[in-house]
């Protein structure tokens, strides 16, 4: 069974930084991406960052320049750094993994509890 755990949230002021970081463990045939996402109150979840198996990056254009994901997808585990917080970057941040538990396995979202970050002064 495959198991995602987040850490690292917390209150931060404006213009902070933190450093979310999530690991995983159980046994995944193939991993394709890694990643955060985020969900504020009274709003959907929406991607944050992700690495692709491959080595790629992608990340949503209001932290582009702010945050910066990395880690090591075949070990399972992958941070955010994020600097410059503002106080829209409030959310419960979700770590994802993206694969397949077998060979045959259709792929599938495992997701963390999430890891409440508040920027606020």
């Known amino acids: 069974q495959v198991q995602i755990v987040e850490s690292g949230g917390g209150l931060v002021q404006p213009g902070g930084s933190l450093r979310l970081s999530c690991g995983g463990s159980?046994?995944?045939?193939?991993?394709?991406?890694m990643g955060w996402y985020r969900q504020a109150a009274g709003k959907e979840r929406e991607l944050v960052a992700v690495?692709?198996?491959?080595?790629?990056?992608n990340y949503a254009d209001s932290v582009k320049g702010r945050f910066t994901i990395s880690g090591d997808i075949g070990k399972k585990t992958v941070f955010l750094q994020m600097s410059s917080l503002r106080p829209e970057d409030t959310a419960v941040y979700y770590c994802?993994?993206?694969?397949?538990?077998?060979?045959?396995?259709?792929?599938?979202?495992?997701w963390g509890q999430g890891t409440q970050v508040t920027v606020s002064s």
């Open positions: 159980g046994s995944i045939f193939a991993i394709s991406a």
């Open positions: 690495v692709m198996s491959g080595g790629g990056t």
């Open positions: 994802n993994l993206r694969g397949r538990i077998s060979f045959i396995a259709t792929q599938r979202d495992f």
